[in-house]
């Protein structure tokens, strides 16, 4: 089935199965990147919000070998829920008191997102920006993030400054940061799936060490944490570069134990171009942190 037939599929079953007046109609997404993605808005009769479903990714997973019917079951259920937005709509999100205590920040590539960047506050950061959104955890969808607009800043009556120091200090609340060798971090990824024993001997022996948040999502920004690039420092030992594998964790990587920076920029290039989703690309470039100044550097290639 090529994407057209599953799209027509996936809108025929909800047609069928949501309540008559409810309007489908497919609208072009812009992702992380400046990726585009199509998203399918459902929205109820007479409601005042409505879920956006990326069947995209819903075609990749009909692709992995996932069942047409479960992947319409899904959509459904979320569809159901969004009862749960209109609430959320309404009751929660005009009010900056109310929203404050989910506010948080992610690090997204700055040139490849200046299209998105006029349209959110934002702070330069290296060759990065940092963004906000508002981490709703435990909804009857999951887990749920909402990206604030330039408009949400008007409508709250609050600046990017005051934003960045809300965000700040839930960060630290919501997503501590987890810094792991990167052993371990193997180790636990070989036994989730399922592969406990195939772990090379000497693993726990590599020299490098991974940095995220509890999630494990947005990770990266965990750089940005107080004192952080610091204490870093200090469990590798001595001055490290830094390796932007995703908008979800780094790398570390002492200096001792690499001849120059040219390899490894190569290697994130090379990784970027033929493992990360282009969605959750960081960055092509790789960065330094001296104990001497206490900063993180971009490191400069011919």
Known sequence: MNYQEFKSSVTGFLREALPDGTELSMVPMEKNNGVRMEGLSVRREGGRV?????????????????????????????????????????????????????????????????????????????????????????TPVGNATVLIHNSHLDMWHITCSELYRDARDNALRLLPAELKPMGEVLRELAWDSGNGEAREEGDDELPMYVLTNSRKSLGAASILYSGMLGACESKVGEAYYLLPSSIHEVILVPVSVVPGAGDLLEMVRDINATQVRSTEVLSDNIYFYSPESGQLSLVEHS
């Open 50 to 138: 409505a879920p956006m479903i990326y069947l995209d990714s819903c075609y990749l997973d009909y692709l992995a070998g996932g069942s047409l019917k479960d992947i319409c079951r899904q959509i459904l259920e979320c569809c159901e829920d969004s009862g749960f937005m209109e609430r959320f709509d309404v009751d929660f999100f005009a009010d900056y008191r109310k929203i404050r205590p989910t506010v948080v920040y992610k690090l997204i590539n700055y040139e490849k997102n200046r299209e998105l960047l006029e349209k959110v506050p934002h702070l330069p950061f290296l060759d990065l920006a940092i963004v906000f959104y508002c981490l709703l955890a435990d």
